[in-house]
């Protein structure tokens, strides 16, 4: 009975103990004290995240690959991509600015799309991946420090500060990284770590059975 | 179990990774999840202590991350040394005004904010405050989601830095605050993360039982 107490919830912000109650489809539960969204079910979260996912992956390789936005002055002229960047900063010495940008843009986003297609595509053909415990600890405490989308606003506010001085030219990266953030907040809105737990629940249970 | 009951109080713990619910068993030293093996707390460990001393080393940080230089333009005909403050000026005078109220909001606003709320929820903690849980715990949530934007001017530098490098007809450098804006937003993230909005209700339970 007291490793089945699956129907209490308690309140991440409050940590007021509450029973599960079924819910609609789209609608979320949250905390009567507190307030705190404490689950929702999300339609079909997993087929749904993961097409997201990967949609987001593809645009993540081209929004690194291709130049953000070139300038132009009275013949001579540059253009920048986002490790071109970080690397521009690490040979001024700028080393931990340079790491900062490197880890928050480029390694933890990449870090975050592989992990969930490894986790959410094995999920779906129901098996489960190995080490998928450890990696949805991993996924919840690296998932705040995933900023593509305030680099998103960091580059239209280049945008503007370069346009009037310079000729500034959009690059295919500059499209690709609007993209990029509008597929990475669906896919994080769709995603719900509790489907996730609770797949994994139901197959180590019959895995046991078997 | 129909009053206002924590889980603490029922002996009971969520996990912090898969939020199951489970007894925690005393006196047996570590405890463990028996869904996914993570370490069992009833509170974030030493949440109030780690907590302040993030703040505190942001708070000090903050002081060279506005008075130092974050960007250096220089061109032909001009050359200005910017520190944040003087970088939304100087937008807001060029005319560009809803860009200027962005960058005023992420690096100006949201970092005061942070700074003030945290410690606010820290003393009120402290002192076992019972004023108004609901509005604190909104407080500390709204701190949590805008956190993150504070890192706009770090992006702004790194990409304007390493764009405009045209010799003498215009150069832009990174200036020293650009590190320690960058360590006061990571220092208050981190210090977010460590404090644990449970400890705001913990009075209020003891007041009704």
């Known amino acids: ?210 | 179990m129909t009053g206002m009951n924590s889980a603490a109080e029922q002996g009971l713990c969520s996990c912090h990774v898969c939020n199951l619910v489970s007894r925690l068993e005393q006196g047996t030293g570590q405890a463990h999840c028996p869904r996914c093996g993570a370490s069992l707390h009833y509170r974030k460990p030493g949440s109030v202590a780690r907590c302040w001393a993030l703040l505190i080393s942001a708070y000090i940080l903050y002081i060279p991350a506005n008075l130092l230089t974050i960007m250096e333009t220089g061109s032909l005909l001009k050359y200005r040394k910017d520190t944040i403050v003087s970088g939304v000026v100087e937008l807001w005078k060029t005319g560009s005004w809803g860009i200027a109220i962005v960058v005023f909001i992420a690096s100006v606003t949201i970092p005061l904010l942070k700074l003030i709320s945290l410690t606010l929820l820290l003393v009120s903690v402290q002192r076992r405050s019972r004023w108004r849980p609901r509005q604190r715990t909104r407080l500390y949530r709204l701190v949590e989601l805008v956190g993150r934007w504070s890192m706009l001017d770090i992006y702004v530098v790194a990409l304007l830095a390493a764009l405009v490098q045209l010799g003498n007809m215009a150069t832009v450098k990174a200036g020293p605050a650009a590190l320690a804006f960058g360590a006061v937003v990571v220092l208050t993230m981190f210090a977010s993360m460590q404090f644990d909005p449970r400890l705001i209700w913990d009075p209020i339970q003891k007041e009704s039982t």
């Open chain 1, 1 to 210: 009975m007291e490793h089945h107490s699956a129907q209490l919830i308690a309140c991440h912000d409050c940590d007021l103990l509450q029973r599960e109650i079924p819910l609609k489809k789209g609608c979320a539960a949250s905390c009567r004290r507190c307030g705190a969204v404490l689950y929702r079910n999300a339609t079909d979260s997993i087929d749904r995240t993961l097409a997201y996912t990967l949609a987001a992956a593809v645009l993540f390789v081209i929004a690194n690959l291709f130049p953000i936005f070139a300038i132009e002055v009275q013949e001579a002229g540059s253009e920048i991509n986002l490790f071109g960047a970080v690397q521009s900063l690490w040979d001024k010495q700028m080393h931990s600015v340079s790491l900062l940008v490197f880890l928050t843009t480029i390694l933890i986003p990449a870090l975050e799309l592989i992990t969930m297609t490894y986790l959410l595509l094995p999920l779906k053909f129901r098996h489960i991946p190995a080490g998928s415990y450890i990696l949805l600890g991993m996924l919840k405490i690296v998932k705040p420090w995933g900023m593509i989308e305030v680099l998103m606003l960091g580059v239209l506010v280049s945008l503007v500060k370069l346009t009037s001085s310079f000729k500034v030219i959009p690059g295919i990266a500059l499209w690709s990284f609007a993209a990029l953030t509008l597929l990475l907040a669906a896919a994080a809105a769709t995603f719900s770590a509790r489907d996730v737990w609770e797949r994994l629940d139901s197959k180590g249970d019959k895995e046991v059975a078997a």
